[in-house]
């Protein structure tokens, strides 16, 4: 959440909120945001949990792959000043339909943040259990929004500490990463805090990439 907050400004949607781990970030903020899901289930823990927020603009659902969201969502159509996916990409079969959809969404200079895992090379049983169908690079995130129309005005990774424990997952066949050795990563954050900020951001267990709208579009 600290890594992404710098680049969302203004009225803002959420796609993926799932249970809302994160949304209740933004809402703690008082940032204007709505919050989307494509699976009803979570949706209706969404209003169960966070309805009656005054940061709470509304709680829909909206599938980035629908291959004509213009005429499902004409209401939606560039209303966004930000549109951010977290841990969303990997899982969507056209990430190409995706990325073009959110550009429908955004308002002329609207703000696009994408977080996914990286490395293709780190593809494991871990991903395959996460239902992920891949893992992306910053080249590719940029190719991804070029294809759009959107431009990259940052990309970088987060996490480089990570890639160790995601290593340990695929050497062993892991499914999951063991609670012992989660709560242990979990302890370190603050080194891997460090670990990043030492290492610019160069590398990482997840690829961020933060484009934007023309203006003029």
Do not use: C
């Not at 709560?183 to 891997?192: C, G, K, M, Y």
């Amino acid at each position: 959440y600290q890594t992404i907050k710098p680049y969302i400004t203004g009225n803002t949607l959420e796609i993926g909120s799932g249970i809302g781990n994160l949304s209740a970030f933004f809402l703690k903020d008082n940032i204007s945001i709505t919050l989307s899901d494509t699976e009803q289930e979570y949706i209706d823990i969404l209003k169960k949990k966070f309805e009656g927020n005054k940061n709470l603009k509304s709680i829909i659902s909206i599938n980035l792959e629908h291959p004509s969201l213009e005429k499902t969502h004409p209401d939606l159509k560039e209303k966004f000043d930000t549109v951010f996916l977290l841990n969303v990409l990997e899982h969507i079969n056209d990430d190409h339909l995706a990325i073009n959809n959110t550009y429908f969404l955004l308002k002329p200079g609207g703000i696009l943040v994408i977080l996914t895992p990286a490395y293709p090379f780190l593809f494991s049983k871990l991903d395959l259990a996460l239902e992920h169908r891949r893992r992306y690079t910053t080249n590719k995130l940029k190719l991804l929004l070029s294809e759009s129309g959107l431009i990259s005005i940052k990309s970088f990774y987060f996490n480089l500490l990570g890639i160790l424990a995601w290593v340990y997952g695929k050497i062993f066949g892991l499914k999951t990463i063991p609670a012992g050795e989660m709560r242990f990563f979990n302890r370190i954050v603050p080194i891997a805090r460090l670990i990043d900020k030492i290492t610019f951001r160069k590398a990482g267990l997840s690829a961020i990439i933060v484009g934007k709208k023309d203006q003029k579009s």
